[in-house]
């Protein structure tokens, strides 16, 4: 028997389309397709932004509905997870969206630099997001961006304010937050474990740093995040057709590790979450 490793796809973040990224998917119906592929080739998991007509980020409750109803309708089973991310986005307007109960959302628990911007979530922010998060039963995905964040998250869980066992996601290779170190995601692992030893992880890299978090996360016993709101590139020379390309990627390394890409059902099963709604 392989142990399951759960692969999330994320299929379009926040960053404007430009000639280079076409195969990123920016309408909703783009969405719902991209993520039929990437489902059919093995994600279970899929991390949502939606984007404005005019592509840029949008905090809209109506697009997200739109893409939540078709990854139901098409991906049976599949875990919905919303993103609550800042960049190009109201502040005010990032938990708008949560009434709408996806499975899961993404919440950064702290600020960080990123290239150009500060990538801002104040106490009082993280908190709110939290709290509205326990209301509509959404279980939140800690977003690692620097350490003092997997701390945070550790003492908001015990406050009460996310509910156990937490989803943790390690975040490397973006410019001034946390470099892309195999010594320092083993340290932040080795530190949840103590931490939360109840809690599931997986690690993203960054553009060219992808594939090599990638096999990182299986060799530490993790699970996978892959798709092109990180990375563009298939390889050095060669730009992903499209999220499916990606996946395939990685559900095809599993059998290496002893690890089979996890059905909806078996993540649904390792996260806690309930089974999909009829
Ligand atoms: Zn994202």
């Avoid at 399951?4 to 195969?23: E, F, M, Q, S, Y």
């Avoid at 290239?115 to 939290?130: D, F, G, H, M, R």
Wanted: hydrophobic share 40%; proline share 7%; aromatic share 6%.
């Amino acid at each position: 028997m392989t142990t399951p490793a759960i692969i999330t796809v994320a299929i379009t973040g926040a960053v404007p389309r430009k000639a280079d990224n076409l195969a990123v998917p920016v309408t909703p119906s783009e969405q719902i397709e991209s993520t039929h592929e990437a489902y059919e080739a093995g994600a279970s998991v899929a991390h949502i932004h939606v984007r404005n007509p005019d592509e840029s980020s949008s905090s809209d409750p109506a697009l997200f509905a739109q893409v939540q109803d078709g990854i139901v309708k098409h991906c049976p089973g599949m875990i919905v997870q919303f993103s609550t991310g800042g960049r190009g986005r109201n502040q005010n307007e990032r938990g708008s969206m949560l009434h709408l109960k996806p499975d899961m959302a993404s919440l950064a628990t702290g600020s960080v630099n990123f290239a150009k911007i500060i990538y801002e979530n104040t106490p009082q922010l993280v908190e709110e997001l939290a709290r509205s998060m326990l209301q509509y039963n959404v279980k939140p995905e800690v977003e690692v961006f620097d350490v003092a964040m997997l701390y945070n998250a550790k003492t908001l869980a015990d406050r009460g304010l996310l509910k156990r066992p937490c989803q943790v996601q390690f975040v490397m290779g973006i410019p001034n937050a946390l470099p892309v170190r195999r010594k320092l995601l083993e340290f932040l692992v080795s530190e949840l474990k103590e931490l939360m030893p109840d809690a599931t992880w997986s690690a993203a890299g960054v553009g060219r740093h992808q594939l090599e978090v990638n096999q990182w996360c299986f060799e530490l016993g993790g699970h996978i995040r892959t798709g092109l709101e990180d990375n563009l590139k298939f390889d050095r020379d060669r730009l992903a057709r499209s999220n499916a390309e990606l996946v395939s990627r990685v559900a095809e390394m599993c059998g290496k590790y002893g690890r089979h890409a996890a059905s909806p059902s078996e993540a649904r099963q390792i996260l806690q979450l309930p089974p999909p709604k009829p």
